[in-house]
């Protein structure tokens, strides 16, 4: 007699949770993630299928792979990898597991996902993120971002938690989590007050440095840098 798994058909998908590097398609027209260990290679897209890691010619989850989209069931255990430095610029997603899943004791391993909200940690410097710029490493055809205030963006290649939010698309929201003060909080579906508060903030800190590096291009005998 062969042993099963028992089989669980829910009304609606379960919810899981886990942390991913945001990224940006080298044309900067489509925004996705990508894992932080097994699975970092490939970057996905808000809505996708998952594939095998190791190429084999079997549908994720296979029962004797580890392949798969992975989630945990509680939300404190995936920002508790947060704590780690190597995944400290991460962002913590919230996912709906649709398709075929494996349960296993701290969440799931799935066929396919739609991620439904993105938290964004605080910018290295400690305040709160209004963008996602350039992280200076990536994946071929995609840019890795890193949480960023208005005053650290510079001339960085960056979009806002919005844009972000709309090139992702598929519903998928946006938000800023923690972080030195005010504002945050949810971006609103549409241009809500904090939304464009957040844009006009950045807006106003890449004209200041792009009007600073002109002046010193103005300048007689001034350092090309
Ligand atoms: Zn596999
Ligand atoms: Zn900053």
Do not use: N
């Not at 398709?99 to 709160?128: H, N």
């Not at 923690?178 to 949810?186: H, N, R």
Request: with cysteine.
């Amino acid at each position: 007699m062969r042993w099963r798994l028992p089989e669980e058909r829910p009304a609606e998908p379960p919810t899981g949770f886990k942390i991913a590097h945001p990224m940006l398609s080298q044309d900067g027209s489509r925004a996705g993630f990508t894992g932080v260990s097994l699975g970092g290679a490939l970057p996905y897209g808000v809505l996708d299928e998952a594939h095998c890691v190791y190429g084999l010619r079997h549908r994720a989850p296979h029962r004797r792979c580890d392949c798969g989209f992975h989630c945990v069931h509680d939300r404190t255990a995936a920002e508790a990898m947060l704590c780690t430095a190597e995944h400290r610029t991460a962002v913590l997603l919230e996912v709906a597991v649709l398709g075929a899943y494996i349960r296993f004791e701290l969440g799931f391993r799935y066929a396919r996902q739609r991620v439904r909200t993105a938290t964004v940690g605080p910018c290295s410097c400690g305040s709160v993120a209004v963008a996602l710029a350039d992280a200076g490493w990536g994946r071929p055809g995609w840019r890795a971002l890193a949480a960023s205030c208005a005053g650290c963006v510079r001339g960085r290649p960056s979009v806002s938690l919005a844009t972000f939010a709309r090139l992702g698309g598929e519903g998928l929201r946006v938000r800023a989590g923690g972080g030195a003060a005010p504002s945050g909080g949810d971006l609103p579906e549409g241009l809500g007050v904090s939304e464009l508060t957040a844009e006009a903030a950045l807006l106003q800190a890449r004209l200041d440095w792009f009007q600073t590096q002109l002046a010193r291009l103005g300048q007689p005998g001034a350092d090309q840098g």
